[in-house]
């Protein structure tokens, strides 16, 4: 059997900058087992996995160790790829996911997530914070993730996380932020539990960071920055309970897979 297989660069117009994601097209789902192995061996932070039918297509997602309910950026390489290839006939595709139904249009800012958004909930600064570092100023828990705000751009930058004890924390990942000079926010992303110590942009995050920052700074629109070593810039637009997220992407390479 033979696969097509995409690397896409998210949320950048720059090759080797943003998220880099792969992205297997298939005829019909295959085992679980399979698709877990593809993503260990591709070793990126994420693999998306889709099938199509008729105008709707089907998704799943795979970091290198197990298979998560969202992922942004590898949704908006999927999508690059399905308008790439032509499977589509206008400027929006649908996929099915385990968190529903998420919508992909080709507009004038690049391509636009529309995801649910999840509002954080305050909590308590958790014991395990000394293994993030710096001084947190507020904690949230948001699902299956949890947000750290520090007090500034400079805190977040400087933190030098222990990822060998992250990984007993029982969270998906933990996003750390602060407001920022030039972009209304910046984070950074941790997920040592889920296989990635460091994602470079991570839209998931942002269907909860565009929530707290929206009541914040009392604004819907946002300009954010994701501050690890690749970068990736997102603009973020929350309308109700969905949060509409816009980047651009970049094919780095095609190939086969030969299973």
């Known amino acids: 059997m033979k696969l097509d ?13 943003g998220n880099p994601a792969m992205v297997v ?12 192995n593809i993503a260990a061996e591709n070793n990126l932070s994420e693999t998306a996995f889709y099938v199509r039918n008729s105008e709707v297509a089907e998704i799943r997602w795979f970091t ?8 942004g950026h590898a949704t908006l390489a999927a999508a690059f790829v399905v308008f790439k290839r032509g499977e589509v006939a206008d400027n929006q595709v649908v996929f099915n996911s385990r968190s ?9 800012d690049g391509l636009e997530l ?6 954080p909930v305050a909590a308590e600064v958790p014991d395990w914070i000394k293994n993030v570092g710096g001084n947190p100023v507020e904690a949230y828990s948001c699902e299956d993730d949890f947000l750290l705000i520090y007090d500034s751009e400079e805190a977040i930058r400087n933190l030098t996380p222990d990822f060998t004890a992250l990984k007993r924390v029982p969270v998906r990942g933990i996003i750390c932020s602060s407001t920022s000079n030039r972009y209304d926010f910046v984070s950074r992303f941790f997920a ?23 009541k914040v700074l009392k604004k819907e629109k946002l300009l954010a920055k994701q501050i690890s070593k690749r970068g990736g810039e997102l603009k973020c637009n929350l309308q109700g309970n969905r949060v509409k997220i816009s980047g651009d992407a970049t094919l780095f390479l095609k190939g086969e897979i030969y299973l």
Do not use: R
């Not at 297989?5 to 900058?17: G, P, W």
């Open 64 to 71: 290198p160790t197990v298979e998560v309910d969202l992922c």
């Open 114 to 119: 529309d995801f649910p958004a999840t509002v």
């Open 100 to 108: 529903g139904a998420l919508k992909v249009d080709k507009t004038l």
């Open 192 to 214: 040592p539990a889920a296989g990635i110590d460091e994602d470079p942009v991570t839209g998931s995050a942002h269907t909860k960071l565009a929530p707290y920052w929206a």
């Open 5 to 17: 297989i995409y690397q896409v660069d998210a949320f950048t117009n720059e090759l080797f900058k």
């Open 25 to 36: 097209p298939l005829p019909f789902w295959i085992s679980d087992d399979v698709m877990q």
